[in-house]
């Protein structure tokens, strides 16, 4: 019986080794602030910013900027996504429902908003860890409102830190020139 199950478990090891490693956001699924799937491969042909925010954070007026960038550039297929995470001082609010309550009624969010994640170290959320491992550990987050821009073909283009706004002219010239892209 032991043997058996050494084997199975062996064999389960391969396949998961085996499995190719993902390279595109297309390939992640997240769940939205609301529970329900949030297939990112909806996101074909868009350029997105994948952003981890707080609400209970110093950076948290980016927000308004995030809301501002997605509205100025929606219409061109271009999206922000909200990922809240407590990662960072714990600056997130317990419940995906006190965190959309909050989102909607102090900044208006009607961008997509997924559910609460860890998004650095060994349990980040899968789309974190491929982020990280794709650009480098350094360009993982660091604090609260990081960001990562995801060009149409659901690579990854760049990451900005904390400090760099949405609206700031590095940001609105990456996406600007991402949307141009074929």
């Known amino acids: 019986m032991m043997?058996?199950?050494?084997?199975?478990a062996a064999a389960m090891t391969a396949l998961v080794a085996a499995a190719p490693a993902p390279t595109s956001?297309?390939?992640?699924?997240?769940?939205?602030?609301?529970?329900?799937?949030?297939?990112?491969?909806?996101?074909?042909?868009k350029v997105v910013l994948l952003v981890n925010t707080a609400s209970m954070c110093g950076f948290t007026p980016q927000y308004e900027g995030l809301q501002a960038l997605h509205d100025s550039y929606k219409a061109k297929g271009f999206t922000v996504i909200g990922v809240p995470s407590g990662d960072f001082g714990d600056q997130e609010f317990a419940s995906n429902g006190e965190v959309k309550q909050f989102c909607e009624s102090k900044f208006g969010i009607k961008f997509p908003m997924a559910e609460k994640a860890v998004v650095k170290g060994p349990k980040a959320i899968p789309?974190?860890?491929?982020?990280?491992?794709?650009?480098?550990?350094?360009?993982?987050?660091?604090?609260?409102?990081?960001?990562?821009?995801?060009?149409?073909?659901?690579?990854?283009?760049?990451?900005?830190?904390?400090?760099?706004?949405p609206t700031s002219p590095q940001v609105t010239a990456a996406v600007q020139k991402a949307l141009a892209s074929n």
Do not use: V
């Open 3 to 8: 043997k058996t199950f050494a084997l199975a």
């Open 25 to 45: 956001l297309h390939q992640f699924t997240l769940k939205t602030i609301d529970g329900k799937p949030m297939p990112l491969a909806q996101y074909k042909g």
């Open 127 to 165: 789309l974190y860890k491929w982020a990280a491992n794709t650009l480098g550990e350094d360009k993982a987050p660091q604090w609260n409102f990081h960001k990562y821009l995801i060009g149409k073909d659901g690579k990854l283009i760049a990451a900005f830190d904390t400090r760099t706004t």
